[in-house]
């Protein structure tokens, strides 16, 4: 069953008892049961719920594999892998520039709890292989990453990694399952922020942990019950009817991500376009080669002022500005004072997050409108820069954008 016939038919059964075509939606805490300690399989809804455990499967199926575990938020699912792997002394090894939120949940409280945090270039082989000490538990793995959209290699740092015993884990929120399978790849964990394409539609926050190995699997099915940060069953829906319609609107994402690529990479007001799909992108041949997709992600240096590219962000007809991604309607975002705004300036020069960087989430909407809605604030900058090399009084323009 290829992956869009699957998102539709696997465990997608009707309810037995009426024969809904779609999932019911089990808005219940706890289950009626049949004598004291005997339950028809459900007890409590922290526990477990049918409308969650069905979301689970469908998630697992769409890995490849046949354990899940859907958590409150993305953060929520990383922070039962911490706790499942992590004690005092052991290390993990992250990407330099690993999502915020997960940098701020290990830096701020994990490493105060005595847990070795070693970022690790993992372009970089030999640095890999130095950090990869005997104390480490965790390798963990993003690609594409946020918001550079840098590459890693999944394979060779899962190599290595296995080597000294390490797990693996892969945050695939980016490249989701349409485009990246990690376990094939050699990853013994995923995290996913749900959040974002998966749900799909700006409506839920919620993330999910999957496993093959029902050992590895195990401590986090305990800790989704015993630290109990679970999604309802009505979020748990919404994901099941986002899910759906993935493939077409994923394939769309990165459609429209490649357009705006393709239309900004020469425009004058455009220093830089980081989308893994531009031949000259780094990390473009090991993108081929381990994903079937580049992502639906643009990010782009402009050109311009501070206060410019904070008028070219809050002035788009299409692209809300907003936080997070992945969602069915575009967004934009400057991460130096948004997503990334808790990570020192300086540490944000040394990660290439400059003022100028811009973070695009196209949406599923028309790929023409959104390129000519860029394209138009870009213009509308350059001519500034023009005005500017012309010898024309541009603060009046520049301070009332
Ligand atoms: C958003 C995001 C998270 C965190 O997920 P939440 O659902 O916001 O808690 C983790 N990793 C990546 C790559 C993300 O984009």
């Not at 992956?3 to 089990?26: C, D, K, M, N, Y």
């Not at 990407?95 to 070693?118: A, C, E, F, M, N």
């Amino acid at each position: 069953m290829k992956l869009a016939t699957q998102t539709i038919h696997f465990a997608q059964e009707s309810e037995s008892e009426t024969g809904a075509v779609t999932a019911p939606i089990f808005q219940t805490s706890t289950f009626q049961q049949i004598a004291p300690g005997r339950s028809r399989g459900y007890d409590y809804a922290r526990t477990n719920n049918p409308t969650r455990a069905r979301l689970e499967t469908v998630l697992a199926g769409l890995e490849g594999v046949e354990h899940a575990a859907v958590f409150a938020s993305g953060l929520a699912a990383e922070n039962a892998i911490f706790q499942a792997y992590l004690s005092p002394g052991d290390r993990i090894i992250v990407p330099p520039d690993v999502y915020g939120g997960t940098h701020r949940l290990l830096y701020q409280s994990w490493r105060t709890k005595g847990i070795d945090i070693v970022a690790v270039d993992y372009e970089n082989a030999v640095s890999l292989s130095a950090a990869l000490t005997t104390n480490t538990r965790l390798v963990w793995l993003e690609s594409p990453t946020n918001p550079r959209l840098l590459i890693y290699d999944i394979a060779a740092v899962s190599a290595a990694a296995h080597a000294v015993g390490a797990l693996v884990v892969v945050d695939n929120t980016f490249a989701t399952p349409v485009f990246q399978q990690p376990f094939q790849l050699g990853a013994d964990i995923v995290v996913h922020s749900v959040t974002k394409y998966l749900a799909g539609h700006s409506d839920v926050i919620q993330g999910a942990v999957l496993a093959k190995d029902a050992a590895v699997f195990q401590p986090i099915k305990f800790l989704q019950n015993a630290g109990g940060a679970v999604p309802g069953p009505f979020d748990c829906w919404l994901t099941l009817r986002g899910l759906k319609t993935l493939e077409v609107r994923v394939l769309r994402h990165a459609e429209n991500a490649r357009r705006i690529a393709e239309a900004l990479v020469d425009h004058p007001a455009v220093s830089r376009v980081f989308f893994p799909g531009l031949a000259d992108h780094p990390g473009h041949e090991i993108a081929r080669r381990q994903a079937t997709g580049f992502g639906g992600i643009v990010s782009i240096e402009i050109d311009a002022p501070l206060e410019a590219v904070q008028s070219f962000v809050s002035n788009r007809r299409y692209f809300m500005l907003a936080e997070s991604l992945g969602g069915v309607k575009s967004l934009i975002c400057h991460p130096a004072t948004m997503t990334h705004a808790a990570i020192p300036a300086a540490d944000r020069t040394r990660l290439g997050l400059s003022d100028r960087l811009v973070r695009i989430s196209p949406g599923i909407e028309d790929g023409s409108d959104l390129v000519s809605d860029l394209v138009e604030g870009l213009n509308a900058l350059s001519a500034i820069r023009e005005g500017e090399s012309n010898g024309a009084s541009v603060g009046a323009m520049a301070s009332g954008g």
